[in-house]
């Protein structure tokens, strides 16, 4: 069973976020183990503080490194893959989820908050990830946004058939879907899906997903044109 282990200071919103729908599914019937753990819990200071003012001055506070460091030592093996979480890292994406499905069988993911870590933790982590180039204000959600990535990827979590129709699968968005009715206001479904001629649709749908892909996204459109050539 794949088991992701979550160190956070903020262990509600990663446990909610990440106990609904497929994620709830898959953890009842054992294909992920989900361990949300708070790091505080860890501090040796004896107000259980985790943050400090950074050496140098500036805003804000730092996390200091014994509590994150002492809760890592206690949650790996040397098999663990730690991942931290900031907006300073390698940009996540499906390739990503796709390589920790398969290959992490015990992933760690630290989220940090305030004005982020004691540079020095990257000598206790594998890897330095990012969600986006934006900033939150945690790791909370960039966890839960990698958790759910990764676990419905998992083998038995949704269909093979649903995977290899999505988003991002050979660098294309995935075609337009659409159900009854048949019209809605002043809007129809476009003809050919109700024609029952499956290789027609096939190509319809084929042709939707370059067509939307070379709109909205270039640059994943550029790779799929080299991989064409
Ligand atoms: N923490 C704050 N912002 C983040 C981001 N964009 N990705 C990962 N962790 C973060």
Redesign the pocket.
């Known amino acids: 069973m794949k088991k992701i282990t979550i160190l956070t200071l903020f262990k509600d919103v990663v446990a909610n976020a990440t106990n609904f729908s497929i994620l709830k599914k898959a953890k009842a019937n054992k294909k992920v183990k989900i361990n949300v753990v708070d790091f505080r819990l860890f501090s040796k200071n004896k107000h259980k503080k985790v943050d400090d003012t950074p050496y140098g001055g500036g805003a804000g506070m730092v996390l200091s490194l014994q509590p994150i460091v002492d809760a890592i030592k206690a949650y790996t093996t040397k098999n663990s893959h730690v991942v931290l979480?900031?907006?300073q890292?390698k940009k996540f994406n499906q390739t990503t989820a796709k390589q920790y499905a398969k290959s992490k069988k015990d992933l760690v993911l630290i989220c940090?908050h305030y004005e982020g870590f004691d540079q020095r933790i990257i000598n206790y982590v594998d890897e330095v990830?990012?969600?986006?180039d934006?900033?939150?204000?945690?790791?909370e959600l960039?966890a839960a946004i990698i958790t759910d990535a990764v676990v419905r990827l998992l083998n038995g979590v949704i269909t093979k058939q649903s995977l290899n129709d999505e988003s991002f699968e050979n660098n294309l968005l995935d075609y337009d879907n659409y159900t009854k009715p048949l019209n809605f206001q002043n809007y129809s479904v476009p003809k050919i899906l109700l024609s029952g001629n499956h290789k027609l649709i096939k190509e319809f749908r084929q042709k939707n997903k370059i067509t939307k892909t070379k709109k909205q996204r270039p640059d994943l459109f550029s790779k799929y044109a080299k991989t064409k050539k």
Do not use: E
Not at 129 to 132: R, T
């Open positions: 979480l900031s907006p890292g940090g990830i990012s969600i986006g934006y900033v939150l204000t945690g790791g960039p």
